[in-house]
């Protein structure tokens, strides 16, 4: 499958969801780049929480900081991230990451390989991971080679001073 054609995506392009504490806007679909990588951006409003702790086991990813503070816990290690800074999160590395101040942050997610976007435009269409029935998140986690460990909700929010997100849009 070869790339698609010339492509401009402006700064409100895209279709866009909630994912249940953060936001997600599809800004080039694996189809789009012959499956080597897929793109979106995920909007957080302050201080909110991404996700528990979690890992890919069949995608690397790359957050791109766009505007404000990421933080992330990669493994042991905790990073803050500012604008033009870029956090790369391994496969089958456990993790997490965050807005890590008091205004909305933006980032850009590069996946690759291309398919976990998926995931993410099905689980908006479950209302979320909050709205989501637990046993449909744990089957749609299983397709997609993601493990999550819900557990570590509260001792992150704590630890870090955060709070689950709302939908900036």
């Known amino acids: 499958m070869e790339a ?3 492509k401009v995506v402006g700064p409100q392009d895209g279709p866009s969801g909630f994912l249940g ?3 997600v806007r599809f800004m080039i679909d694996g189809s789009e780049a012959a499956e080597r990588f897929s793109l979106v951006e995920h909007p ?3 201080r909110a ?3 528990p702790l979690h890992r890919h086991t069949r995608e690397d990813e790359y957050s791109y900081v766009l505007e404000g503070r990421m933080g992330a816990l990669l493994g042991d290690d905790v990073v ?3 604008p033009g800074d870029l956090v790369f999160k391994p496969r089958n590395q456990w993790h997490t990451f965050w807005n890590a101040g008091d205004e909305p942050c933006r980032i850009l997610e590069i996946i690759s390989p291309a398919g976990f976007e998926h995931f993410f435009a099905e689980l908006d269409a479950m209302g979320g991971a909050l709205q989501a029935p637990p046993q449909a998140l744990g089957e749609l986690s299983q397709r997609y080679g993601l493990e999550m460990q819900p557990d570590t909700i ?3 929010l704590e630890r870090f001073g955060l709070v689950l997100g709302e939908d900036l849009r």
């Open 154 to 156: 509260p001792g992150l």
């Open 49 to 51: 929480l991404a996700a």
């Open 21 to 23: 504490s953060i936001g």
């Open 4 to 6: 698609t054609a010339v």
């Open 44 to 46: 957080m409003s302050a």
């Open 80 to 82: 803050t991230a500012g």
